[in-house]
Nanobody, 122 residues
């Protein structure tokens, strides 16, 4: 079993950057594909990005368009999401999750963190 704890959210102004972190417990972190999702108020949870076990492959949601970068450090059991050029539309709770395969499909992620709030002001 994997426990995930997100951090790094907060309030920023439009155009600024944030780096989210997700720390995982356990010695099996490297055996999981990791992903980031987000959920804005009143909207469904949305795929953001996913990264392979070794970090060599990534897949982004259509809206990312190069603004966000996912990475991982298996020695630190941590996955990151660097978010640049933030806009008010990026306001959401951001979740990290662990899966057995690279996928955009929410239901295929086995473990979830509780999320971290990101708010972007104009």
């Amino acid at each position: 079993q994997v426990q995930l704890v997100e951090s790094g959210g907060g309030l920023v102004q439009a155009g600024e950057s944030l780096r989210l972190s997700c720390a995982a417990s356990g010695r099996t972190f490297g055996s999981y594909v990791m992903g980031w999702f987000r959920q804005a108020p009143g909207k469904e949870r949305e795929f953001v990005s996913t990264i392979s076990r070794g970090g060599g492959s990534t897949l982004d949601g259509d809206f990312v368009k190069g603004r966000f970068t996912i990475s991982r450090d298996n020695a630190k059991n941590t996955v990151y999401l660097q978010m640049n050029s933030l806009t008010p539309d990026d306001k959401a709770v951001y979740f990290c999750a662990a899966a057995r395969m690279m996928t955009r499909t929410i239901s295929l992620y086995d473990y979830w963190g509780k999320g971290t709030q990101v708010t972007v002001s104009t």
